[in-house]
């Protein structure tokens, strides 16, 4: 079964060379590629005009494995907890990427939870979001897309270790991306502050702390759930290192610093 884009035209172009290009220039910012594999990235999936810059520094700069698995927040709150989409074409403006079915057949028997659903999909946008990046860096990129919206952090932790280990067993390079917007509808400073205490406990590794300063803060970070799990995931995958890539708040384009979104880029080696 193949997905349809749903937001093409409202939160990235819908016209086939006007997202290449737009896409192009994003990506050109980026500083010099790693030289270490990513082991996993974050990345936000606001409106290009808002959150493009930061993705383009973000994914530019990394070393993604031809295939990738997608972690994304779950707005809509429908299916699975832990949806996968499992089967056909996430299509595009001008094309699209096929899903690695053979992963994600293993990661449904593998990791607790995990289970093939579509209706968590359907009319999600954030992985959606993040696809003409992918396809840019790489058009022949495999991709596994993960709806999360479990919520109890145990369980998030113990999926995201048999996933790392899953992932490790499948034999060749594969790459997590998560799809995370930080702080909504807050002050400048506000954002700022409180998504620094995020970022902190990302670059620390720290899936456990994550989860716990983003409840105890009230930090609106919608992906903190598949970010939770993709940390435990990249620790049992031997995650090292993360470095914050980018970051920029929505105010810095339209200039309303009253009520803004906070946009982080991560990457884990």
């Known amino acids: 079964m193949n997905r349809q884009a749903v937001v093409a035209g409202q939160f990235y172009p819908g016209q086939p060379r006007v997202l290449a290009d737009t896409v192009a220039s994003f990506l050109a910012a980026a500083e010099a590629k790693d030289a270490a594999p990513t082991i996993a990235a974050m990345v936000p999936h606001a409106g290009y005009v808002y959150s493009g810059a930061v993705a383009g520094r973000t994914l530019g700069s990394a070393n993604l494995a031809p295939t990738v698995v997608l972690?994304?927040?779950?707005?809509?709150?429908?299916?699975?907890?832990?949806?996968?989409?499992?089967?056909?074409?996430?299509?595009?403006?001008?094309?699209?990427?096929?899903?690695?079915?053979?992963?994600?057949?293993?990661?449904?028997?593998?990791?607790?939870?995990?289970?093939?659903?579509?209706?968590a999909h359907v009319h999600e946008h954030s992985l959606e979001v993040v696809l003409p990046f992918l396809s840019a860096l790489n058009p022949a990129t495999r991709i596994v897309p993960v709806a999360v919206s479990e919520r109890r952090p145990e369980a998030l932790i113990t999926a995201g270790k048999a996933l790392g280990a899953a992932l490790l067993a499948a034999g060749r390079p594969v790459s997590l991306v998560v799809s995370s917007d930080m702080s909504h509808y807050v002050t400048q400073a506000q954002a700022k502050a409180r998504d620094s205490l995020a970022v902190e406990r990302m670059l620390a590794l720290d899936p456990a702390g994550l989860y716990e300063v983003v409840r105890a803060k009230g930090i609106s970070m919608c992906g903190v759930l598949p970010m939770t799990l993709a940390l435990a995931a990249a620790l049992e995958m031997g995650a090292t290192s993360a470095r914050l890539a980018a970051y920029a708040t929505s105010g810095e384009t339209s200039g309303d610093f009253e009520r803004v979104v906070g946009y982080a880029g991560i990457v884990i080696s």
């Open 71 to 119: 972690l994304g927040p779950n707005h809509t709150g429908l299916g699975r907890p832990l949806a996968v989409w499992d089967e056909g074409l996430w299509e595009l403006p001008g094309g699209g990427l096929m899903v690695d079915e053979t992963l994600a057949a293993s990661l449904i028997d593998a990791v607790p939870g995990c289970a093939a659903d579509y209706e």
